[in-house]
């Protein structure tokens, strides 16, 4: 089934939200389409202010949160999270929940932001995969991306402490290069088996750049 | 097109997609990642793996006014940033560090040109464009090296590399690059210290010519 945003009526997101929060709780495989993504496609597509809104209520205290424990202070954090949450709206064309739930493509534009702030230099970026209308991704590869992130959670509550906590701080980017070996890494074959079949869509894409 | 056969490694990779890793070698794993599906995927399932720590975090509260400020911004005129979008055989990061311009080679001898795009404490990275048959002057290293192909290809002791393709050379590897026959081989090299060359070029020469 092919998915567009106008599929989604505002009263049918609502209640799932509760829902799937329980479920969560029980650690069930995700069966509906997260609100948040909801939430972004609607941004996307529709310029949706409210569901902007939202997307701001659930984000900007977690990327606050995210910000300082990498050493920024309250006054500098709630600048990056005004631009990180800026750029979500503005380049809300980028998303793409074939490849990413909305934390990911959030976390990118927050380390992005975070880097430019510490360093002279821009942080270099890989070229960016346009995408064509004609590939619009169907309902289930992007249920399926976050039945994998929902198992990636599992494993990260699964580990140790402190093996959590290095692998926290890892992606919080408080390790050096050399301290990051392949052993901090938590289980990524699945979502990246998945991520790319997200992307064999743009392969056309890639095709033409080499 | 032709396979790629060399890709970033698992620690280098997350390094680049968690911030960690120097500007030098960003470059050139962000240029890699351009042209690699494979190392795309696992670049985006570290921002899968990011986001789940993002999402899963503590929270901090907000000032009273910030989301009203947000709100106030959402279409307020903003200034373009500059993009650099990939041109001819150089992908985005590579034009990102040429500021949007064209290459402008420096000979280093025997038909090897180079261009310089960041050199400083960090380490450095430039563009090679080695001849065919000729070989990239004869190095070993101080530290990591990282070299992409962008055109053409060599061949040293641990195999061929052709478009797309990343060598990761450490301080236990002294190899001899030799540019393949056919189009000149152009690649993109970051070092996290100076090179030293062993043969044509006295080591009291580098500081100078920033090699």
Known sequence: MLLTCHDIDHADWRPTFGARKDMNEVTQP???????????????????????????????????????????????????????????????????????????WIYRIAR?????????EGRPLPDE???DPSTEPDASQILA?????????????????????????????????????????LPLGTIKSRIRLGLERLRHEMKDLR | MTAINHHTSEALLMAYAVGSLPHSFSVVVAAHISLCLECRAAFEAHQAAGGVILETGGTE???????????????????????????????GPVMAALKGKSPKWKSLGMGVRQTILSSGREGSVRLLHIP???????????????????????????GRFGVGDLEIADQALEHTPIADAGLPCICLAATDAPLRFNSFLPRLLQPLLRI
């Open chain 2, 61 to 91: 509260a907000l000032s009273e006014d910030l989301k009203s400020d947000v709100l106030d911004l959402l279409d307020a005129p903003i200034k373009p940033t500059p993009l650099h979008a990939r041109s001819g055989i150089y992908p």
């Open chain 1, 129 to 131: 995969l346009g995408e």
């Open chain 2, 132 to 158: 065919p048959g000729q070989a990239v002057p004869d190095h070993s290293h101080n530290g990591l090296e990282l070299t992409l192909v962008l055109q053409g290809s060599f061949s040293d002791d641990t």
């Open chain 1, 30 to 104: 995700p069966t509906q389409i997260s609100p948040q993504t909801t939430w972004m496609l609607a941004v996307r597509d529709r310029r949706d202010r409210a569901a902007f809104s939202a997307l701001f209520d659930h984000f900007a205290p977690r990327l606050k949160g995210f910000v300082m424990r990498s050493g920024a202070g309250s006054a500098q954090a709630e600048e990056i999270v005004q631009d990180v949450m800026l750029t979500v709206w503005r380049k809300a064309e980028q998303f793409d929940p074939a490849r990413a739930q909305v934390s990911a």
């Open chain 1, 112 to 120: 992005n932001r975070q880097i430019d702030v510490i360093r002279k």
């Open chain 1, 145 to 185: 991306v976050e039945q994998e992130i929902s198992k990636l959670k599992q494993a990260l509550e699964r580990l140790k402490p402190d093996q959590r906590e290095i692998i926290k701080q890892a992606y919080l980017g408080e390790l050096t290069q050399q301290e990051i070996s392949a052993q901090t890494g």
